[in-house]
């Protein structure tokens, strides 16, 4: 377990550094310094240099890279070249609400497809099962933003439980915050949702198939308690491998959620950054997505290893 | 025996159902090529914001353009988008594939895997937000993004099909034969893998419609005056509480056409890969 940790731990530096180096060069190539976007056509020559040096613009990319890289890995992502003030606080701001907003999906999603999965493959070829299984094409079928905006004509604008947008923010109280985030959170969860039942469905009827099922049932206990004592935990394991991956995409999903109700997240942050060329700020908003994805696949992988060990001797 | 044949039947259902939703959205699109009832282009504020009526089958915009015509012009851009971003996946992902199976266990092997594992990481819509930081919001984006994070999964599905094929016994005797491995993997491989691929191919096209109806939507995919059901959406969002089919029509489009491309892709899994049938229904 040791040796495959310290492959995988590797192998996720290695990726981190090179994920780093195609953000910070692609981005790098923009034609059109972000100094010049700034002050604009008219700007005399003096100006621009000085406002190159202020942003440090003016040293080699190379050494920038690695400034910003050394910067990251000490918290410190430099400074907004729109706002003038540190990277790392805006970023650290608007998680406040993008990290709650995928926590709160996820938590939905698998509550809503454990229940739903389990009746689905408990009642395999019955009406429910089919029902389910309908339904969960429909929901996988369903773009989250569209899904968003019939949530806000429903409840919103129609039975008006919910405000259409807008993030009052934590200090307003728990209560009031969670309630602002609750149709976007829903609008994440149920694609998510419907792909987590049909997983879990699937997982739970290869295990239902089981040798170990079987003797279970012979020794007496009946369905429900088999499937209690026995197939659930053992058809988790796959399920959480998809919840795990999942919360990454929700990270990114919550970007096109955030536009549907104006929530100052990270999304909100790296589309002004784009569209003021601001582009430290786009750089360490990408980097951390990115990092987001790898350190999750990274956990799955370990916690996937650690309960089974034949995958330790695949790296 | 009867329980088979009703199965048989459902599977087929799926088929069926599934290849004539697409069809019909991949009519809609090629027809809009010849002939579209209203001008897409044409702004008659005369006429804005109208529900659907015996004139504009499905309404008018808040420019008065008809939105029947954008719904068929809009499937020509995701349709478009999506058939392009699958093939970019195809084309550079299945000959990785193909070469890292047949290097299985090499550096080149493990370069080819973790290079995917690390295109993995980036999501969709973070390589669009990458690309649009570059070179401005295009619907080339939206391909090129798609496109990309196509490549890992073609690549991971091709190996993995590739890698039992190569233990078969008529592979040893190609092998025996005096094939080179490049020529086993293109006459003898990826024939075999082929089905895979075509049913994989339509589960991404699904995807690639979604995708770029989201790209659209947040104004990193097509620009006006190109129509697009995401950018249709991105309009409607303001004018959803007293114009709702603006946003309901577009959305039910995209519905439609991503649950037509995944039941036939299911319906095709079932038919080209018999095994699955029994661990999937």
Redesign the interface.
């Known amino acids: 377990m040791l040796r495959y940790s310290f492959k995988r731990l590797i ?1 996720l530096i ?2 981190l550094v ?2 780093s180096f195609v ?1 910070f060069f ?2 790098e ?3 059109g310094d972000p100094a010049s976007f700034m002050l604009g056509i008219n700007a005399q020559p003096e100006t621009l240099a000085a406002l190159k040096e202020e942003l440090g613009l003016n040293i080699p990319k190379h050494e920038r890279y690695v400034s910003w890289v050394t910067g990251m890995l000490t918290g410190d992502f430099g400074t907004s070249y729109t706002y003038r003030t540190p990277v790392n606080q805006m970023i650290a701001d608007r998680m406040w609400v993008s990290v709650p907003l995928a926590i709160y999906a996820l938590l939905i999603s698998t509550l809503l497809a454990f229940p739903v999965g389990i009746v689905a493959a408990t009642n395999r ?1 019955k009406t429910g099962d089919v029902a389910i299984m309908g339904a969960t ?2 929901g ?4 989250n ?2 899904f968003a ?2 949530m ?2 429903i409840f919103s ?1 129609n039975l008006r439980w919910f405000s259409a947008g807008g993030f009052p923010g934590w200090d307003t109280g728990f209560f009031l915050s969670i309630k602002s985030l609750t149709l976007p959170a829903f609008s994440l969860a149920l694609p998510q949702a419907a792909i987590l039942s049909r997983v879990m469905r ?1 997982s739970l ?2 295990v239902l198939n089981e040798d170990y099922i079987r003797t279970a049932r012979a020794k007496g206990l009946n369905k429900r308690q088999s499937l209690w004592r026995h197939a659930l935990r053992n058809a988790l394991i796959p399920v959480l491998t998809i919840i795990g991956l999942q919360f ?2 929700l990270m ?2 919550s ?2 959620i955030e ?2 109700f104006f929530l100052p997240g990270l ?1 909100r942050l ?2 002004q950054a ?1 569209s003021q060329r601001d ?1 430290i700020v ?1 750089e360490s908003v ?1 980097m951390i ?2 990092f987001s ?2 350190m999750v ?1 990274f956990i799955v992988d370990l916690s996937y290893a650690a309960v089974d060990p034949r995958l330790r001797s695949r790296v | 025996m009867p329980n088979i044949s009703i199965r048989g039947f459902w599977i087929y259902r799926n088929l069926i159902f599934g290849f004539l939703l697409s069809l019909f959205f991949v009519l809609a699109a090629l027809l809009s090529y010849v002939w579209t009832p209203f001008d897409v282009t044409q702004i008659d504020i005369a006429n804005k914001l109208k529900t659907p009526d015996q004139i504009y089958w499905l309404g008018t915009d808040h420019f008065g353009r008809d939105i029947f015509s954008m719904i068929m012009v809009g499937a020509r851009t995701s349709i478009a988008v999506a058939i392009v971003a699958v093939g970019i996946g195809i084309i550079i992902g299945t000959p990785l594939g193909l070469l890292s199976a047949s290097k299985k266990g090499g550096w080149l092997d493990e370069l080819i895997m973790r290079g995917n594992d690390l295109v993995f990481a980036f999501p969709s819509l973070v390589i669009a937000i990458l690309i649009t930081a570059v070179f401005g919001a295009s619907a080339l984006n939206a391909i090129v993004a798609i496109g990309i994070f196509n490549i890992p999964v073609f690549a991971r599905i091709t190996r993995g099909a590739a890698l039992t094929i190569w233990e078969k016994e008529f592979i040893l005797a190609a092998k025996v034969a005096g094939k080179s491995t490049t020529r086993i993997s293109y006459e003898h491989i990826l024939p075999n893998v082929m089905n895979l691929l075509i049913v994989q191919g339509t589960i991404q096209f699904s995807l690639g419609i979604l995708a770029e109806a989201g790209l659209s939507y947040v104004g990193l995919g097509a620009q006006p005056p190109m129509p697009s059901w995401g950018r249709m959406l991105a309009d409607a969002q303001t004018m959803v509480s007293f114009a709702p089919h603006l946003a309901i029509i577009p959305g039910t489009a995209i519905i439609l056409t991503v649950l037509g491309l995944n039941l036939m892709g299911d319906g095709l899994r079932d038919i080209l890969d018999p095994k699955l049938r029994n661990s999937r229904s």
């Open positions: 192998s290695i990726s090179i994920a953000i692609v981005i190539i923009a034609p070829g094409q429909l996988i079928a369903v773009p933003f569209w905006m019939i806000v004509l604008i699937s009827l290869d990454a995409f990114a999903g970007i096109i536009q549907v999304g790296v589309f784009i582009l786009v990408v997505l990115v994805v790898i696949n």
